[in-house]
Structure formats: structure tokens, C-alpha cells
């Protein structure tokens, strides 16, 4: 039995220091997006500011990481069985790679990466 992938409802866009300010300005400023500060909430480790926006479907955040020299941009899978989609990727070569960013406590999910480089959480919908 093979597991079903669809996509999830967040994307990442992890951000140097420096570019972190100038582009939150612009989805607020230029393209006149509604910015949340979402930096109160539980950020991951090595997060250091965080902010999101509306992006459609999905929602886009604004994570400030100081020690990223350019920015990356990371996706979500929603599946229904992450053990079964784990086991499913490995036969296709695809390792988990959950040394990426810590996950929250009581998740159950894996880190993977595309053959671009592309992050992807690959988790259960909420």
C-alpha cells in the first residue's frame, strides 16, 4: 500500500537577518498583505523572529534565521500515515533528515528534502 501526499497548509520562508525587515515591508507595504507578528508564539529553534501572512490557500511565514546567508523557502506534506510514507520514501531513497529543524514536542512527523535541496515537512493534518 502506498501513502497519499497532498500538500499541506504552510510554507517557510526562512530569512537571513538582513533581508528579514525589507521583506516583511514589502507583502505589507508594496503588496499591501496584512503581516501578523507571529514571534510570541512556539517558534522552532534558531528562529528568531517569526511573522506570517495569508497567501491564499496556505500561510506564509516570515521566519528570521541569523546564521542563513540567503533565503530558502520550505514546504509542507500532508499525509496519512507518516510512518508508511517514511518506509515509502526510504525505498525510493529518500532519508528522513530530521537533524533540519527540531520538531515541536508530540509531533510526529520527518524533515525531508527534495532533489533541489527543498525542505519538506512530511506530517499528518492537524
Known amino acids: 500500500m502506498n501513502p497519499h501526499f497532498r500538500g499541506g497548509q504552510n510554507i517557510a520562508m526562512k ?5 528579514f525587515d525589507r521583506t516583511l515591508a514589502f507583502y505589507r507595504d508594496v503588496l499591501g498583505m496584512d503581516v501578523v507578528d ?10 528568531r523572529q ?6 491564499g490557500p496556505v500561510k506564509l511565514w516570515f521566519d528570521r534565521v541569523d546564521n542563513y ?5 520550505w514546504l509542507e506534506l500532508f499525509t496519512d500515515d507518516v510512518e508508511l510514507a517514511a518506509d515509502h520514501l526510504a525505498a525510493h531513497g529518500v532519508e528522513p533528515q530530521d537533524e533540519l529543524e527540531p520538531l515541536p514536542p508530540g509531533m510526529t512527523a520527518h524533515w ?10 512530511v506530517r499528518r493534518p492537524d
Open 15 to 19: 530569512l537571513p537577518k538582513a533581508q
Open 38 to 47: 507571529e514571534s510570541g508564539t512556539d517558534i522552532a529553534d534558531g528562529v
Open 50 to 55: 517569526s511573522a506570517s501572512v495569508q497567501f
Open 69 to 73: 546567508a540567503s533565503a530558502e523557502l
Open 112 to 121: 525531508i528534502t527534495n532533489p533541489a535541496g527543498i525542505p519538506h515537512l
